[in-house]
């Protein structure tokens, strides 16, 4: 039984309450830190623990739930779209108050959102996009604009080759093929480097957002390829992977290759302090405060934005150290 549901149960029991029973009854006043206000129930699938991004995400996303009063039913998708899918399915059957998920991939979310929607169960997705044609399958997005964050890392490659004619070869290390951060990333950083065209991508693979996997990405770019100029990393993990694949092939990360990641967690930006990454596009984790907002407003019937979108900055060394001693993640 929902958790909402059980207390409401027990709160009918010891109190002769008017309208026990009623959909709008079943819930109950938390108090305490819900403000008073009466209990939600929330059903949140995570896309797994890839990354110190997610596990930033998970933590932010239950601190957030304990300190709004919210009753979170939290399920990890494990990487695997069908987990999720299954997960949100329970939460229609559960009949949470609202449903937030972060989609591992960008299509094939129709059906079980129709789902969602029939059982008149509002959709918050965050963090990343899905591609449907049906935006009334969710009630809005939270989280970064990714294209914004491929720009970013593009125009600082177009800023650091500024003059040069020799042709730059870039290698990319991509996250998790049909992602939303991963197509958003290719699709900024092309744009902001295509009308230089000594700028060049001469390959690119998925590495799964993992470190493991940028490693292995980047053994295999190293086999073939010879006299790689710069990495462009889709997270701080593959990037960490990298350094790792060079440092075992006897080059120096930073120096002798390039490499630039977007999220800006703790062990990116060490890395970016101890010059072993030259630049890092911040992708911001901690979005459980305003889930939990947009959360209650949801439930309340209230009307949200279409979208909302984090403030994020980039990083370079000297901004890397001067951050690190307060990084939260
Ligand atoms: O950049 C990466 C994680 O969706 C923004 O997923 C998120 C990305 C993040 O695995 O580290």
Redesign the pocket.
């Known amino acids: 039984m929902r958790r909402a549901g059980l207390v409401a149960l027990v709160a009918c029991s010891l109190a002769v309450t008017a309208g026990c029973g009623d959909k709008a009854e079943e819930k109950t006043d938390t108090g305490g830190q819900g403000g008073g206000t009466e209990q939600v129930s929330l059903g949140f699938s995570q ?1 797994g623990s ?5 596990v930033a ?1 998970t933590k932010s996303v239950q601190d957030s739930a304990v300190s709004a009063g919210i009753a979170l039913d939290f399920q990890d998708g494990k990487q695997q779209q069908e987990n999720q899918i299954t997960a949100i399915r329970g939460f229609v059957q559960k009949k949470v108050d609202v449903i937030a998920f ?1 989609p591992i991939v960008e299509s094939g979310w129709d059906a079980v959102l129709q789902e969602a929607k029939d059982a008149k169960i509002p959709v918050i997705l965050t ?2 996009a899905i591609d449907t044609t049906d935006t009334s399958l969710y009630r809005t997005l939270l ?2 604009d ?1 294209v914004a964050e491929g720009r970013k890392a593009g125009q600082w490659l177009v800023d650091r080759y500024r003059g040069r004619q020799d042709d730059i070869k870039i290698v990319q290390i991509e ?2 093929t049909g ?3 991963a197509n958003h990333r290719r699709v900024g950083f092309t744009e902001a480097i295509e009308s230089y065209p000594h700028l060049k991508v001469i390959d690119s693979k998925d590495g799964e ?1 993992t470190r493991e996997g940028g490693e292995r990405v980047m053994k295999t770019f190293l086999a073939k390829h010879k006299d790689i100029d710069v990495v462009y990393a ?4 593959e990037g960490l992977g990298a350094i790792d694949a060079l440092e075992a092939a006897g080059k120096k990360p930073g120096e002798d290759v390039l490499i630039i990641t ?2 800006a ?1 703790r062990g990116g930006l060490e890395a970016l302090a101890a010059g072993k990454l030259n630049f890092v596009v911040e ?1 911001n ?1 901690l979005l459980g405060p305003q889930l939990m907002d947009l959360v209650k407003k949801a439930a309340a019937g209230e009307t949200l934005p279409t979208r909302v979108v984090t403030d994020e900055t980039v990083f370079d060394q000297a901004k890397a150290k001067e951050v690190l001693p307060t990084r939260q993640y």
């Open positions: 896309v890839e990354s110190s991004w997610r995400n972060s963090d990343r989280g970064s990714f996250g998790t992602s939303a951060p957002f889709h997270n701080d993990e977007v999220d967690s992708c984790p």
